[in-house]
């Protein structure tokens, strides 16, 4: 960047009533500046999406910078103020302005959630706006259920099908308030809510109560799928079979359709230090964690998660959508805020802005992680194998390659950190294998960023025989997604189809059990042991029933 353009970008995105001279952290600004190029140095040339990264403290401007490409058929390079499309940060803006509904007193926290949307079906027991808010409501996640009902990764999805598939589904994953999941449903919802009750559309709301009040003039939800938006990141995802770059960019309208940039979003993260809109009770219902029934305290707010990094405190979110890659952290004690935006799912954007955390807050943060304490190859292959947990129905397959644990297609190696412990690469999240049993399946905990512990026991097994196979061919049909599901035997292996998904084959867990790409699919059976049905169960969607219809003989393509 050169030297005035970087003075004019300060001149310009210094917030108000902060000085340009206020005390920047942590060494020289031209050293912490090579240090954060050096981060994005792999995505920073002219054939490569990358990102936008921008860092402030107090309000005031320290880094802002583009790497790589916003358009690569064009060669648009990516800039401070090229607009992304934000993924999950959305949530956030969400539960802030559901908050000034809260504070206004149009709507309670311990509102029925079908007192707002009576369409949604009745599952039997009370679920509440706050259990949506903090992710405890034991909704099934719609971007899976969309899935079933034959929607690709990169189709349009506007909130109409998602309010579709929503409320068809006569299951959930667990009890409210039991548990906490984190579900794209929840905020769908509460959008709707704030709707309802104000009256307006989330942009005219948002714009009018949030967006104009801060001066973020280039943030905004966009009303349709297909609108034009200056300056716009094209999302992209590698080629495999190529060795190049696809465009990867769904459509969607609604709560899942804001556009934002790195100088916008350092404005709303000054807002939540000082409450300039919302004032303190609005930003308190934000940094105020969810509790479960036992009184667990989830580590998620409203729209934020509230984490620590190395022994500091850290509020913010993070966002996937095709090929886009968000992530917001402040930094509250430190004041410290940064963004970053990227436009390639292949880019590791949390490790990424965790690091950048590190070149400005390094010398006041706890050591990193443990270092590996070594397990022979051997004790690791005793470990290798799919493991079903009896609470969610999934299934994880592990493997030992390269002389490492991984799951099975994963890209990580597990670190094994002692006494059966493991954690995926730097992940904080945490695989833990009880001592062996004589006579007992192997045992596995996993607990993530959430603060359920999910258990699995291994499941050794024979593979089933063909004829074992036969039992399952047939035809599944499911109302909740409207949509029937062939079970078929190709190349020797089961495989099951839907329309505009083709064949996803079924590596055999033990007994009724597989495993796909789908997730984890058990057949059931009728107490005269005949197959009656099937169940799909994946990290966010247990138990997704679809009854047998009829018997489907065809063994091999046609």
């Known amino acids: 960047m050169r030297p005035l353009h970087a003075l004019l970008l300060l001149a310009l995105w210094v917030l108000p009533g902060r000085s340009a001279h206020a005390q920047t952290p942590r ?114 996640e719609q971007g899976q259920l969309m899935a079933l009902a034959g929607w690709r990764g990169d189709d349009m999805t506007l909130d109409a099908d998602n309010w579709w598939v929503l409320t068809r589904q006569r299951g959930v994953n667990f009890e409210p308030g039991a548990e906490v999941l984190y579900t794209n449903a929840a905020y769908g919802l509460l959008g709707v809510i704030v709707r309802r009750v104000s009256g307006q559309s989330l942009r005219d709301f948002a714009d009018e109560r949030l967006f104009n009040p801060l001066g973020m003039k280039d943030t905004r939800f966009q009303e349709g799928a297909f609108a034009v938006i200056p300056r716009r990141a094209i999302g992209y995802a590698p080629d495999k079979s190529k060795g190049d770059w696809r465009v990867s960019m769904p459509q969607s309208d609604g709560s899942g359709s804001l556009f934002s940039t790195v100088g916008d979003l350092l404005k709303w993260q000054q807002n939540q230090l000082d409450g300039r809109v919302g004032g303190p009770a609005v930003r308190a219902l934000m940094q105020t964690s969810g509790t479960l029934n036992d009184g667990t305290v989830t580590g998620y707010g409203g729209g934020l998660r509230l984490t620590e990094h190395r022994g500091l405190r850290t509020v913010g979110h993070d966002g996937m959508m095709g090929g886009f890659r968000t992530e917001s952290v402040l930094f509250p004690d430190q004041r410290l805020s940064i963004v970053l935006l990227c436009n390639s799912g292949s880019i590791p954007s949390s490790e990424l802005v965790w690091k950048v955390a590190d070149v400005y807050l390094g010398d006041l943060m706890k050591a990193a992680l443990p270092p590996a304490v070594a397990l022979p190859e051997a004790d690791l292959a005793a470990l290798a194998g799919n493991y079903w947990s009896p609470l969610t129905d999934e299934v ?78 047939g035809q599944y ?24 998904r ?4 079924l590596e055999p867990v033990g007994g009724d059990r597989f495993v796909g790409s789908v997730g984890a699919v058990s057949f059931t059976r009728t107490a005269a042991g005949g197959v009656d049905g099937l169940l799909v169960s994946s990290r966010r969607l247990r138990r997704f029933r679809a009854e047998r219809t009829g018997l489907e003989t065809r063994l091999s393509r046609p």
């Not at 049909?477 to 505009?500: C, F, G, H, N, Q």
């Not at 083709?502 to 084959?505: L, M, N, P």
């Open 477 to 500: 049909r499911s109302e909740e997604v409207e949509m029937t599901y062939s079970v078929r035997i190709v190349d020797e292996k089961l495989a099951v189809s839907w329309p505009r």
């Open 27 to 140: 060494g020289p600004r031209a050293q912490r500046h090579a240090r954060v190029d050096a981060l994005f140095a792999p995505w920073s040339g002219k054939a490569t999406p990358g990102c936008a990264v921008a860092v402030s403290r107090d309000g005031v401007l320290d880094y802002a910078r583009g790497h790589g490409r916003a358009n690569l058929e064009d060669d648009v390079p990516i800039t401070p103020r090229s607009v992304f499309n934000m993924a999950s940060v959305t949530k956030q803006f969400i539960a802030f302005s559901l908050g000034l509904l809260v504070q206004e007193g149009k709507v309670s926290m311990d509102d029925d959630v079908r007192k707002h949307i009576p369409e949604l079906p009745d599952f039997g027991t009370r679920r509440t706006v706050a259990h949506l808010m903090h992710h405890i409501s034991g909704l099934r």
């Open 502 to 505: 083709g064949d996803v084959f």
């Open 396 to 473: 994880v397959r592990l493997e030992v390659k390269g002389g490492a644990l991984r799951e099975v297609g994963g890209a990580k190696d597990f670190v094994h950190m002692g006494e059966g412990a493991f954690r995926p690469g730097e992940s904080p999240h945490v695989w833990r294998f009880a001592p062996p049993r004589p006579g007992a399946p192997r045992e596995l905990s996993i607990r993530d960023a959430w603060p359920t512990t999910r258990p699995f026991i291994r499941i050794d097994a024979p593979p089933p025989t063909r004829g074992e196979l036969m039992a399952f061919v």
